[in-house]
């Protein structure tokens, strides 16, 4: 990454911003490129198709029942 960054400041390109999603089957989260916003894409962990975000999700804000659940029972468990 360091290198990429290092490689197109030389050749004076901007750097582009990447949008984030979570996957709604496995909760794997996704980076993708602001042009793929809205197209389907599989995911990388589950192989499922997904929808693309329109435009960029707070990852902070996301969270599913599945990934609540695991955390409370992790607590009860320990």
Same mark, same amino acid.
């Given at each position: 990454m360091i290198v990429k960054n290092i490689i197109s400041w030389f050749?004076? !390109?901007e750097e582009v911003k990447h949008f984030h999603a979570r996957c709604q089957h496995c909760e794997q989260k996704i980076r993708?490129?602001?042009n793929r916003a809205g197209s389907l894409s599989l995911c990388p962990r589950c192989r499922r198709s997904i929808k693309l975000? !329109?435009?960029e999700v707070s990852l902070k804000t996301v969270h599913s029942a599945k990934v609540g659940r695991r955390l409370v029972q992790k607590? /009860? /468990?320990n």
């Open positions: 050749r004076g !390109e993708f490129h602001p975000p !329109e435009q607590a /009860s /468990s």
